[in-house]
């Protein structure tokens, strides 16, 4: 191993992951549950626990962490803030981690660290605009304009997964909002929007897939297992997914002008033999700007830690003012 080190971290609602790596890349990770019971200090504790007990022997060497983690985040306080997404929905990360470890911690959210990782160390390498989407449990992205990581006032921009794709649309997202991307496409969504289009769908031939969707039941591993064994409800329900992925894709990719698009997350990379090239292809046709490269990030699931890796190595000029 090198001398240098830095610690990258992947915070999601089911499962924490931890790597060691320096400039080159990742070296080792490890993986564990995300805690689910406690308090605010219960997530900084199990990872500052198993960096000591993973790491430990490293960690004179260990220049600085990078987090990137589920949101909403408080950049000024580098903490989450009322996430959805798990029991404990708010929680420290950067002032505890900072004073038991004695390293530099920079927190960034998960889709926006995906951006910076494919900046540094994927396709946006030789780029200065890029845009990073991840369709998995929910639709987010990041995008870097003239190499300046977007941020928002507190760190939570491009929240793209909210785009309305169909206006008079009665599917629902998490959020409440009706029409949104992500309530077609994110995958904690996808059962009951299936459940929605079952109850609405006039079937000559009531399918496996169509009686799961009407019991909620039609999951996204289930719903792509059926569209490749040629249910016909399925067919309907990956298509009304990639209509919107399509809409969603043209309008970030008209609001940011990027060189490059990425897209990840695990609904997406599963499943790209079935979705990449009509979302692509579909998308195309509602540009306004030249249109970007785009295709699936060479980091796959690994994007987010080579993002809390590249924050580490090399934090972003517009996250350093959170820290003066």
């Known amino acids: 191993m090198a001398n240098e080190y830095y610690l990258a971290i992947d915070i999601g609602a089911t499962n924490t992951r931890i790597a060691i790596g ?15 019971e406690g ?4 997530i900084p504790v199990k990872i500052y626990e198993e960096i000591k007990k993973n790491y430990g022997k490293y960690i004179d060497q260990i220049k600085a962490v990078g987090i990137g983690t589920i949101g909403p985040i408080d950049l000024r306080r580098g903490r989450v803030v009322n996430t959805p997404n798990l029991p ?8 505890p981690l900072m004073e038991w470890l004695k390293k530099p911690v920079y927190v960034l959210n998960d889709a926006v660290s995906g951006a910076w990782g494919e900046k540094f160390f994927g396709l946006g390498r030789n780029y200065s605009n890029i845009v990073y989407i991840t369709m998995s449990t929910g639709i987010g992205g990041g995008a870097i304009v003239n190499d300046h990581l977007l941020l928002g006032k507190m760190g939570n921009a491009h929240e793209i997964g909210h785009i309305v794709v169909k206006y008079d649309s009665d599917i629902k997202c ?26 609405k769908y006039k079937p000559l031939i009531e399918t496996e ?10 999951t996204p591993p289930k719903l792509f297992e059926y569209f490749r064994r040629n249910d016909l409800f399925a067919k309907y329900v990956v ?8 809409a969603g894709l043209a309008t970030t990719i008209n609001l940011y002008d990027p060189e490059v698009v990425t897209i990840g997350g695990s609904i997406y990379l599963y499943n790209q033999d079935i979705l990449k090239e009509p979302i692509i292809r579909k998308a195309l046709k509602h540009l306004v700007t030249e249109p970007p490269i785009i295709d ?13 890796l590249a924050t580490a190595i090399n934090p972003p000029e517009d996250l350093l003012r959170f820290y003066r």
Not at 88 to 95: A, G, K, P, S, V
Not at 190 to 196: C, S, Y
Not at 296 to 308: F, K, R
């Open 239 to 246: 298509e009304e997914i990639i209509d919107a992925s399509a």
């Open 174 to 199: 998490g959020c409440g909002g009706y029409g949104h991307w992500e309530a077609y496409a994110g995958g904690a969504n996808i059962p009951r929007t299936a459940r929605v289009l079952a109850e």
């Open 88 to 95: 404990i929905h708010t929680f420290e990360l950067r002032d």
């Open 22 to 36: 320096s400039r080159n890349g990742i070296i080792n990770k490890i993986t564990y549950r995300t805690p689910r």
């Open 209 to 218: 897939a169509y009686r799961e969707a009407l019991r909620g039941e039609l």
């Open 296 to 308: 699936t990030t060479p980091l796959g699931g690994d994007i987010v830690l080579y993002g809390a």
């Open 39 to 42: 308090n605010e200090l219960s």
